[in-house]
């Protein structure tokens, strides 16, 4: 067959047009790259067949794993009127005219002694002889004479000396050895035969797998071929947060994003199911909770005693009142650097600072904010940057017994948490700390508890998978957690070992699915194997099937050569399916990508994963429609352990928050939101709810998660979208308890001037004053007007100091800075009639300009959130009018007759973006006159006025609490 002969037999849905129109113009145009991000189950398989067709030449398809790498022959069958011809065209041979490889079918890398190996020995000896003073030759034959653990060391050695040549090479950083000289003899046969047989066109299946040395090997491959070929990258979730040299790698292969297709817009479309994102909380248990209290007291006391410490020369608050008042360029150098650049060259250092010496009384540098963020006592980040600047620039340096015995108190404390203190400074790692709060059997309850009330709202519809990041512990945990936790804790057997332990969850007959095969509870083995024997008949050539005890689980296999990975895969997906279990526990690895079952409604992940690419993957697998039910909406769980009152208790939630930021749900007002809010308004990215709220937190998700109709009304399957991401702000007014109803504080309109009763009571006085001249009327007339103007005035003052919000309002604020970037032509007049404040649960309101575009969306809720929070350095400030309760309406008129404003003056930060220069700050000020009220603007750099109101205004909170959050529309 030819590419001729192939033919799309469906319909091509509307974002796959979209792209395919997208890809024709940048043909038309000579590109030779296509770059298309499309979310699991969106066809991205079925398009990059059409693309292969479209180019016309033959084709390398590569894939991650063999469950990916056998979809494409399949998908080509939707282009043929047979399978046979299907497999006349694509398969697993070079020779294929669409050739469907694994990346590992070419990425095999060989380490001959003959180049890495004889180098990274050369590169050791060098090293060793330039530590010691000997010759290189001497260094190697020391080397090669070494025994037990120098022996054991000099290989670990040579081993990450191996793996960072291999790096330098896959870069081309290594003179005298190219990359395509390591590939394997295999690898290099297969590369020879594509080349010859003139492949033009090579498909990246999951391209977000090449920013690692596959891509190197992809690109070294891609030398080989003949030129002009044409690459096509497909993946689910572009890379983030790449090197600058793996980003370099990953746009050299396949270039920007040609076309993006959002997972909302697919769902919004009818072609993937709605989805819900849900949460459960848990504490640890009792006796893990001992254990951690006792473990983090040794950091507890370190800081007490950094507090206490007074006396020494290595004094840990000296030390800090010295870095934030001695602020020197370098040593030696008598000018000092100005508070506002210290900050800003080290904005973590000098929050942490003014907030210790603010927790500990002293004295804060002249300058220094004294905002409500800064007078916060240090959390654990404040901490890590205070003692890493510590230990480093005093202590390191200090050659005396006393610092050396401080230095390893301070590492000791952090080893304890996870931490290691380095030369370098300090790194995260993992600790026996985390270990429990991920593998707490708090989490294992908790799962049961989900998978229960999934249960009881589902019935027999329930079909389940819990991920895990593995089978068997990674490690095991030390002396330290004997007795407190499970070795196996966190792991796929721990998981299914506690569903099958709960009356309420073992009827689910709970699978175990992993590179080592299938396993399941006693109780179930009998059942289990039957089924699978069953399923296996027509499908696969498996004889001699057996469950065999292996611990406290039962092992179920065949003794076929076909009982491999794919078979039992298969038939584990099956058995789900068709019900005979209702819950897959399985490994990330092995179900977490690539891996289809339509059926699947509900998702629980107990990985510690966080990437945006793993977790979007894992998230994927429950959102595929499901022929035999319409109505399918999907809950993806995640268990979430935390002690918020322990050093490290909020690690597990802090991953929590990590994989829903960049992650598009429904909230619970129906705005599809990125963010952990999305699960619930009270879940913020900074800190976890107090505990006295999970239980009422857990009871709201199960009762949203039973709400399935809520659910896909929520999402409003089949309306129109823009298809873009805006900025949103979500607000609340500091100290508001969950349960509050959200307050947008309405501007009311002030009568701040008091000129037409004061002319009254002062022309009644000029009157009274001239009676001797003036007939006996003008007397009276005095004498009525002076009291009754007066009083009035005094009167209209008291009015108007009840009707002067305490807290900056909130639709004024906004139509203030809409205002503002609208006259600077930054904002179309549409836009800024599309302001829109809504409430959500727990006292949030949502603010945000609906008809915006995203860079004006972007720039205005920035703006917003800077005006009502608190601004480290303001360049301008901008007053409102304050009434102080206890002054009444007589003294406030006392102060009008003095000649002084009636009312005290709250100062807020001018947002940084409308403050650049004088222009635009008054182009703000007039915006904020018309809305909010009078208020003078103020400079305050270069003046003594300046920074004493700059102090002040960074005394006061802004009244709000604001969370920055991006909604697709």
């Given amino acids: 067959m030819s590419f001729d002969d192939l033919q799309f037999s469906g319909e091509w849905r509307p974002y796959q047009r979209a792209a395919l129109a997208a890809f024709e113009r940048d043909l038309k145009h000579g590109s030779t790259s296509t770059h298309i991000v499309a979310p699991p189950g969106s066809g991205k398989t079925l398009l990059g067949v059409e693309l292969i067709r479209r180019v016309g030449k033959r084709a390398l398809v590569l894939a991650p794993n063999q469950a990916i790498q056998q979809q494409w022959p399949r998908a080509v069958s939707q282009f043929t009127r047979t399978r046979r011809d299907a497999a006349d065209i694509a398969g697993a041979e070079v020779t294929k005219r669409i050739a469907c490889l694994s990346y590992q079918a070419l990425c095999q890398l060989e380490d001959p002694e003959i180049l890495l190996g004889r180098l990274a020995q050369s590169r050791w000896a060098d090293q060793r002889a330039a530590a010691t003073g000997m010759t290189p030759q001497e260094a190697l034959l020391e080397g090669e004479a070494f025994e037990g653990a120098a022996a054991d060391r000099r290989a670990r050695e040579l081993k990450r000396i191996s793996a960072a040549l291999k790096r330098e090479v896959a870069r081309g950083e290594h003179a005298g050895v190219e990359l395509r000289e390591l590939l394997s003899e295999t690898a290099r ?6 080349a010859s047989l003139g492949v033009g066109v090579v498909l ?5 797998h090449l920013a690692s040395l596959w891509g190197y090997v992809v690109r070294a491959v891609l030398d080989e071929l003949p030129d002009g070929v044409h690459v096509i990258g497909l993946t689910a979730t572009p890379p983030v947060s790449l090197s600058e040299d793996d980003r370099e790698l990953y746009d050299s292969l396949l270039g920007p994003v040609d076309f993006t297709v959002p997972t909302p817009a697919v769902v919004r479309d009818g072609h993937l199911a709605p989805f819900q994102e849900l949460a459960w909380l848990t504490e640890p248990l009792p006796a893990e909770r001992a254990w951690l209290a006792e473990h983090d007291q040794r950091f507890r006391e370190l800081i007490t005693a950094l507090h206490e410490d007074a006396e020494s020369d290595v004094a840990f608050p000296a030390w800090v009142l010295q870095r934030l008042r001695d602020r020197k360029r370098a040593a030696g150098d008598e000018a000092e650097v100005p508070w506002e650049a210290f900050q800003r060259d080290h904005p973590a250092l000098a929050r942490a600072g003014v907030r210790f010496l603010a927790s500990a009384g002293l004295g804060l540098p002249a300058g220094a ?29 200090n050659g ?3 610092a050396g015995a401080r230095y390893e108190a301070v590492a000791a404390a952090l080893r304890e948490l996870g931490f290691q203190l380095t030369r370098q400074g300090i790194r995260r790692g993992a600790s026996e700390v985390d270990r429990l709060m991920t593998g707490s059997q708090a989490k294992a309850l908790g799962l049961v508890e989900v998978l229960s009330a999934e249960a009881d709202a589902r019935g027999d519809a329930l079909r389940a998978l819990v991920l895990t990041d593995a089978e068997l512990a990674s490690q095991r945990p030390d002396d330290a957690l004997t007795g407190v936790l499970d070795p196996a804790a966190g792991s796929a057997r721990h998981a299914l070992l506690a569903i099958a332990a709960d009356p309420r969850s073992a009827a689910m007959r709970p699978l175990l699915v992993s590179g080592r095969g299938l396993r399941c509870a006693p109780a179930d083995a009998e059942v289990l194997l039957e089924a699978l024997k069953a399923d296996a008949e027509d499908r696969f050539t498996l004889p001699e099937w057996e469950a065999e005890t292996d ?18 895969v298969e038939l584990a997906t099956r058995l789900l399916a068709e019900g005979t279990t209702s819950v897959l526990v399985g490994t990330r690895a092995m179900l977490g990508e690539g891996w289809d079952c339509p ?12 990437t945006g690419v793993s977790v979007q993957q894992m998230r994927g697998r429950s959102l595929r429609l499901d022929p035999d039910d319409g109505e399918k909406v999907a809950s993806n769980w995640d268990v979430v352990c935390i002690a918020p009152d322990l050093v490290r208790g909020s690690a597990d939630y802090e991953r929590f928050v990590r994989k829903h930021l960049h992650l598009f749900a429904p909230a619970e007002d129906g705005e599809i ?3 952990p809010s999305h699960v619930h308004p009270e879940l913020g990215p900074f800190a976890p709810p107090a505990v006295e709220r999970f239980a009422a937190l857990n009871r709201e998700q199960v009762a949203r998660a039973a709400d399935r109709a809520g659910a896909r009304e929520r999402w409003k399957v089949g309306t129109p979208y823009r298809g873009v991401e805006l900025s949103s702000l979500l607000l609340r007014r500091a100290g508001t308890r969950a349960g509050e109803a959200a307050d947008g504080h309405t501007a009311p309109s002030l009568p701040l001037s008091q000129r037409v009763p004061l002319a009254a009571g002062l022309g009644g006085a000029l009157a009274f004053g001239v009676a001797g001249v003036a007939a006996a009327p003008a007397l009276l007339a005095g ?19 009840r009707r002067i919000p305490l807290v900056l309002p909130l639709d004024a604020a906004a139509r203030a800075v809409a205002g503002a970037y609208r006259d600077l032509g930054e904002l179309t007049p549409e836009a800024a009639g599309s302001l829109r404040i809504e409430p959500r649960a727990a006292g949030f309101l949502r603010c945000e300009l609906t008809a915006a575009a995203p860079d004006e969306a972007r720039r205005f809720a920035a703006a917003l959130e800077e005006l009502v929070g608190v601004s480290d350095a303001p360049r301008y400030l901008i007053g409102r009018p304050l009434a102080d309760p206890s002054v009444g309406g007589a003294a406030l008129l006392g102060r009008v007759l003095a000649r002084k404003p009636p009312f005290d003056e709250r100062l807020h930060p001018v947002p940084a973006d409308l403050a650049r220069d004088k222009e635009r700050a008054e182009a703000f000020a007039r915006a904020w006159r018309k809305q909010v009220g009078p208020g003078r603007l103020v400079f305050t750099q270069r003046s003594e006025e300046g920074r004493e109101a700059r102090a002040e205004a960074a005394a006061e909170d802004g009244g709000y609490e604001t969370l920055l959050r991006d909604v697709w529309v």
């Fill in 400 to 402: 005396a017994r006393h």
């Fill in 599 to 610: 059926p699947l409604n509900v998702l629980v992940d107990l990985s510690v994963a966080t």
């Fill in 189 to 194: 046969g297969r590369v020879s035969t594509l």
């Fill in 673 to 675: 939101e990125a963010g």
């Fill in 551 to 568: 611990g406290l689980l039962v092992s179920l296999r065949s003794s076929g050569a076909e009982w491999v990975p794919r078979a039992w």
């Fill in 369 to 397: 904010p004294r905002g409500e963020s800064y007078r916060r006592a240090p959390d654990l980040e404040d901490w890590l940057v205070l003692l890493e600047d510590y230990a480093l620039r005093c202590l390191a340096p």
């Fill in 783 to 801: 004498l009525v007007l002076a009291p009754a103007g007066l009083g009035w005035a005094g009167l209209r003052l008291g009015r108007t100091k």
């Fill in 204 to 208: 990246l299946d999951e391209c977000h």
